[in-house]
């Protein structure tokens, strides 16, 4: 679980988004550290298990700097105020699939799968989906994902408004080869993160998403 005192640096954070803050803070950011990387660990211990691929992760493969990338933004506040861990399935791989978890007051939620993959690796799960997409079809029709997720996310960012290159438009699984990121999120409530048993609670949710996952995962390990 996340403790409360990390909690509270954060929204003191957010009231005081600045480097003086930050730099008079120091030592409650030092613990803020301490507590984000327990808290990962604790989260490890659930998900390797349920996972075999995760078992080379390490707490420094799964963290997030807290440092905001301002250069193309207008919003110039120097830091993150939300708590994110990334446990990917495949630690050399840019893109590869895996389990998100974000904390942030009014705003939590887990998600997974892949997001914006580059050209190429677009090119292979599409590639998959054509020709496996009754797996995926599967995938996304299981009562636990279901519970869990609902459905793959859909919006117009992420959504093409035709058949991609290469594709009829009529293909029987054309609705999942406009996607352009194949992700699958759920929103939960802050409370659940200050539950002492949040990471067995999480774990059982996000292993909802070890199939497509391991679909995805799949694609991107084919030979072209």
């Not at 298990?49 to 997030?64: A, Q, R, S, V, Y």
Request: glycine share 2%; with cysteine; hydrophobic share 35%.
């Amino acid at each position: 679980m996340i403790t409360k005192e990390a909690v509270q640096f954060l929204a003191d954070l957010v009231a005081n988004n600045n480097t003086e803050w930050m730099h008079a803070n120091k030592k409650r950011y030092e613990n803020f550290k301490k507590d984000y990387h327990n808290y990962i660990a604790s989260l490890l211990a659930e998900m390797k298990p349920l996972d075999k691929t995760l078992e080379p992760l390490e707490i420094k493969n799964c963290t997030f700097r807290i440092n905001r990338d301002i250069r193309f933004s207008k919003d110039k506040s120097p830091y993150k105020t939300n708590i994110g861990v990334w446990f990917t399935q495949n630690k050399f791989r840019k893109n590869s699939p895996g389990y998100y978890i974000h904390f942030e007051k009014g705003n939590s939620f887990i998600a997974g799968g892949v997001w914006c993959p580059e050209p190429n690796e677009l090119k292979q799960i599409r590639k998959e989906i054509a020709f496996f997409h009754d797996d995926l079809e599967a995938i996304v029709k299981d009562k636990k994902f279901k519970s869990e997720f609902g459905a793959l996310t859909r919006d117009d960012n992420n959504t093409l408004k035709k058949a991609p290159k290469d594709f009829e438009p009529n293909h029987p699984a054309i609705e999942f080869l406009k996607l352009k990121s194949f992700t699958a999120s759920a929103k939960i409530d802050d409370k659940l993160f200050l539950d002492k048993d949040f990471s067995k609670i999480v774990s059982q949710k996000l292993i909802a998403l070890k199939p497509m996952n391991d679909f995805l995962n799949r694609a991107l390990e084919t030979e072209e």
